[in-house]
């Protein structure tokens, strides 16, 4: 089972950025896919960025251009930046890792864009 732990979360104003880092337990580079999803109340969870192993990077629309997803292999970690903060950026944010067909998921961070 691959252990992955979030962090960066927090409330931001609108226009503000923040970092969400999660490291994994195991190679980043192992996974078929790694990346970050979100979901906020009352809605159902969306992927936000992703980079399958091939290291093209995908962004949902509403997040092109603001948000950067990266991964370091030499900290197995994948990171997401988050520029431009809107209010409806405001969700908990998930890591997750697929390997084989299996997802992983952290524990998730919450973020928070308000003024």
């Known amino acids: 089972q691959v252990q992955l732990v979030e962090s960066g979360g927090g409330l931001v104003q609108p226009g503000g950025s923040l970092r969400l880092s999660c490291v994994a337990s195991?190679?980043?580079?192992?996974?078929?896919?790694i990346g970050w999803y979100r979901q906020a109340p009352g809605k159902e969870r969306e992927s936000v960025a992703i980079i399958p192993s091939s290291g093209t990077t995908y962004y949902t629309d509403s997040v092109k251009g603001r948000f950067t997803i990266a991964r370091d292999g030499a900290k197995n970690t994948v990171s997401l930046q988050m520029s431009s903060l809107k209010p409806e950026d405001t969700a908990v944010y998930y890591c997750c890792a697929i390997q084989n067909g299996i997802s992983s998921w952290g524990q998730g961070t919450q973020v928070t864009v308000s003024s």
């Open positions: 195991g190679s980043i580079f192992s996974f078929n896919v």
